[in-house]
């Protein structure tokens, strides 16, 4: 906690404590006053009208300052254009200047805010966020796209953008198709179209998964009954190349093909967003389009969120997970499937949601869990580590996430090796091409049908663990690098030694006699059973119907 010091009336003194991360509220004041951020050649040049407002006791006129993206630190120029006092405040205006390039960027977080560093006093900095047009961002309430550099050899982009309250980011991910021009156009026709026709058609539902490029989990369980039902303009978003491939003919025709102008115009019309995923994932992950992401921005849609697995892992009061939480990218009104009464709970207690947001359903995946009765294979299937997501792009085998899978494989017998199945998170999936572990990757299958003849999955923190044990396998839980990971995540995990469902190790030694335990025995202990009921409920089937019914119920949707 630090303490500044601030000049009151007369001579007085008042004392503001300020607690890291909490903004400079009462003490500093920043705005953007005008200014813009482009792409030359590569290279990122900004130039910004800064206006700040200092109440500290100190005269020291915050000239030394320097601009970092993220952690990196840019070639900058902090100018001072004018300086007054006024009712015991120091105003001043900056003008900012700085360079960077895209390329040392591509090994940074996924989103990077850009600030300006000050030396303030005997060496202590304070950080002001570089923020959009004050004047605009307050007209419009728009999140704002700059420029786009797309570097195909590393395959990222990196982008500028602004977040909903109007500071500055440079993104880092993954190319999407959404980046490229002509993708650009079609979105831009769809816009036009959608505000064309508007008043003449109804709106659209949308059913999607990961990228819109996935035909699992609970969106295509859920899909498939609500066609059944006569349930009104439900589609399906999906890769083309897929569609025929793995959606039953019953239902094709409901299916539409992603980065169709069919697909833009749908998201544009669609009032529900149905998924798994967060929904910017009915188009394109992280999108960088103006169009799409005040679409998404806005919140003027509803969204059901069906959830991959129960979410009863890392706690939603976690600092990584503010995003998920009430008030954060989801509207207000969001509906959340939830497995049991002690899930709810997390999502009120830890995630400030209320008891009318939650839906107590199960998810409907589990209406059609299926396990193999002589199922043998072992799945490693870890969750991923954000703070990595880029690392693990440049340089895999470094990363924490693929030493700790390669340390899990070395401690499996050898004799047993030959059923090892890999199943990385999906967006570090293909930087595992080419390392010592790409021979025990499972490709172009399903976690589904892998699981259905696995006995025995071995993870970290994934919800992938109530789908196995729910088939009836069993689940070990490395535990290793636990007190890392959740001072990455800023929070503590839900699951614990008292409600596990499955065995805990920390190291080599706890894992072996874990695994030979779980290989030899034909049962699972009985409080291990107990703890699973007590996290997800017996629904019999039957959570895909009372979903629909409950959405029937709230005006959500509505039969033919």
């Given at each position: 906690?630090?303490?500044?010091?601030?000049?009151?009336?007369?001579?007085?003194?008042?004392?503001?404590?300020?607690?890291?991360?909490?903004?400079?509220?009462?003490?500093?004041?920043?705005?953007?006053?005008?200014?813009?951020?482009?792409?030359?050649?590569?290279?990122?040049?900004?130039?910004?009208?800064?206006?700040?407002?200092?109440?500290?006791?100190?005269?020291?006129?915050?000239?030394?300052?320097?601009?970092?993206?993220?952690?990196?630190?840019?070639?900058?120029?902090?100018?001072?254009?004018?300086?007054?006092?006024?009712?015991?405040?120091?105003?001043?205006?900056?003008?900012?200047?700085?360079?960077?390039?895209?390329?040392?960027?591509?090994?940074?977080?996924?989103?990077?805010?850009?600030?300006?560093?000050?030396?303030?006093?005997?060496?202590?900095?304070?950080?002001?966020?570089?923020?959009?047009?004050?004047?605009?961002?307050?007209?419009?309430?728009?999140?704002?796209?700059?420029?786009?550099?797309?570097?195909?050899?590393?395959?990222?982009?990196?982008?500028?953008?602004?977040?909903?309250?109007?500071?500055?980011?440079?993104?880092?991910?993954?190319?999407?198709?959404?980046?490229?021009?002509?993708?650009k156009v079609k979105i831009f026709i769809a816009f036009i179209l959608f505000n064309v026709f508007y008043l003449f058609i109804k709106r659209s539902v949308l059913l999607f998964e990961k990228k819109s490029n996935r035909y699992e989990e609970s969106a295509s369980v859920l899909f498939e009954e609500m066609v059944?039902?006569?349930?009104?303009?439900?589609?399906?978003?999906?890769?083309?190349?897929?569609?025929?491939?793995?959606?039953?003919?019953?239902?094709?025709?409901?299916?539409?093909?992603?980065?169709?102008?069919?697909?833009?115009?749908?998201?544009?019309?669609?009032?529900?967003?149905?998924?798994?995923?967060?929904?910017?994932?009915?188009?394109?992950?992280?999108?960088?389009?103006?169009?799409?992401?005040?679409?998404?921005?806005?919140?003027?849609?509803?969204?059901?969120?069906?959830?991959?697995?129960?979410?009863?892992?890392?706690?939603?009061?976690?600092?990584?997970?503010?995003?998920?939480?009430?008030?954060?990218?989801?509207?207000?009104?969001?509906?959340?499937?939830?497995?049991?009464?002690?899930?709810?709970?997390?999502?009120?207690?830890?995630?400030?949601?209320?008891?009318?947001?939650?839906?107590?359903?199960?998810?409907?995946?589990?209406?059609?869990?299926?396990?193999?009765?002589?199922?043998?294979?072992?799945?490693?299937?870890?969750?991923?580590?954000?703070?990595?997501?880029?690392?693990?792009?440049?340089?895999?085998?470094?990363?924490?996430?693929?030493?700790?899978?390669?340390?899990?494989?070395?401690?499996?017998?050898?004799?047993?090796?030959?059923?090892?199945?890999?199943?990385?998170?999906?967006?570090?999936?293909?930087?595992?091409?080419?390392?010592?572990?790409?021979?025990?990757?499972?490709?172009?299958?399903?976690?589904?049908?892998?699981?259905?003849?696995?006995?025995?999955?071995?993870?970290?923190?994934?919800?992938?663990?109530?789908?196995?044990?729910?088939?009836?396998?069993?689940?070990?839980?490395?535990?290793?690098?636990?007190?890392?990971?959740?001072?990455?995540?800023?929070?503590?995990?839900?699951?614990?030694?008292?409600?596990?469902?499955?065995?805990?190790?920390?190291?080599?030694?706890?894992?072996?006699?874990?695994?030979?335990?779980?290989?030899?025995?034909?049962?699972?202990?009985?409080?291990?059973?107990?703890?699973?009921?007590?996290?997800?409920?017996?629904?019999?089937?039957?959570?895909?119907?009372?979903?629909?019914?409950?959405?029937?119920?709230?005006?959500?949707?509505?039969?033919?």
């Amino acid at each position: 906690m630090e303490v500044l010091y601030v000049k009151g009336k007369g001579r007085k003194v008042k004392k503001f404590r300020r607690r890291a991360g909490s903004g400079f509220n009462k003490i500093f004041k920043s705005r953007g006053v005008l200014g813009f951020i482009v792409s030359v050649a590569g290279f990122f040049l900004g130039f910004h009208l800064v206006a700040i407002k200092d109440r500290r006791v100190f005269d020291n006129h915050l000239y030394n300052g320097k601009v970092l993206v993220g952690a990196k630190s840019a070639l900058s120029m902090c100018i001072p254009l004018f300086s007054c006092k006024f009712r015991g405040s120091n105003l001043r205006l900056h003008l900012v200047l700085f360079k960077i390039s895209s390329k040392c960027l591509l090994d940074c977080d996924i989103h990077n805010p850009i600030k300006v560093q000050y030396e303030i006093y005997q060496n202590e900095h304070i950080e002001v966020p570089l923020r959009f047009n004050w004047i605009l961002y307050k007209l419009t309430k728009m999140q704002f796209i700059g420029s786009i550099v797309i570097d195909k050899k590393s395959n990222r982009t990196v982008f500028v953008r602004t977040s909903i309250d109007g500071r500055y980011f440079l993104t880092v991910r993954e190319i999407n198709s959404t980046d490229y021009f002509f993708e650009k156009v079609k979105i831009f026709i769809a816009f036009i179209l959608f505000n064309v026709f508007y008043l003449f058609i109804k709106r659209s539902v949308l059913l999607f998964e990961k990228k819109s490029n996935r035909y699992e989990e609970s969106a295509s369980v859920l899909f498939e009954e609500m066609v059944t039902e006569n349930i009104n303009n439900v589609f399906y978003i999906l890769d083309k190349n897929k569609i025929e491939q793995e959606v039953p003919p019953e239902f094709q025709i409901y299916a539409i093909a992603k980065n169709s102008i069919r697909h833009y115009f749908h998201f544009f019309n669609s009032d529900l967003f149905i998924t798994t995923e967060a929904p910017g994932h009915g188009i394109d992950l992280r999108v960088a389009n103006f169009f799409a992401v005040n679409k998404l921005s806005r919140k003027n849609y509803k969204y059901v969120f069906l959830q991959h697995g129960v979410m009863y892992m890392v706690s939603l009061s976690a600092k990584l997970r503010k995003a998920v939480r009430y008030g954060g990218v989801y509207p207000n009104d969001v509906k959340i499937v939830v497995s049991s009464i002690e899930e709810a709970k997390h999502f009120i207690e830890d995630g400030g949601y209320y008891a009318n947001n939650l839906y107590i359903t199960g998810l409907p995946k589990f209406d059609r869990l299926q396990w193999e009765e002589h199922a043998r294979d072992i799945v490693i299937m870890p969750t991923w580590r954000p703070w990595e997501y880029n690392e693990i792009s440049q340089n895999c085998e470094s990363t924490g996430y693929y030493k700790m899978i390669a340390e899990i494989i070395e401690s499996i017998p050898m004799e047993e090796v030959s059923r090892i199945r890999l199943l990385p998170h999906p967006l570090f999936y293909d930087s595992f091409a080419g390392t010592s572990l790409e021979k025990f990757i499972v490709k172009n299958e399903s976690y589904d049908k892998v699981l259905r003849r696995s006995s025995i999955l071995i993870t970290d923190y994934s919800s992938i663990a109530f789908d196995m044990f729910g088939r009836g396998g069993k689940v070990i839980f490395w535990w290793k690098d636990k007190i890392e990971c959740m001072e990455h995540y800023g929070g503590e995990l839900k699951l614990n030694s008292r409600n596990c469902f499955g065995d805990i190790v920390y190291n080599k030694s706890d894992f072996i006699s874990a695994f030979n335990k779980a290989d030899e025995s034909k049962e699972r202990p009985c409080f291990q059973e107990k703890n699973y009921n007590s996290l997800v409920f017996d629904f019999k089937g039957r959570s895909s119907r009372k979903l629909i019914e409950r959405l029937i119920e709230d005006g959500y949707i509505s039969k033919k």
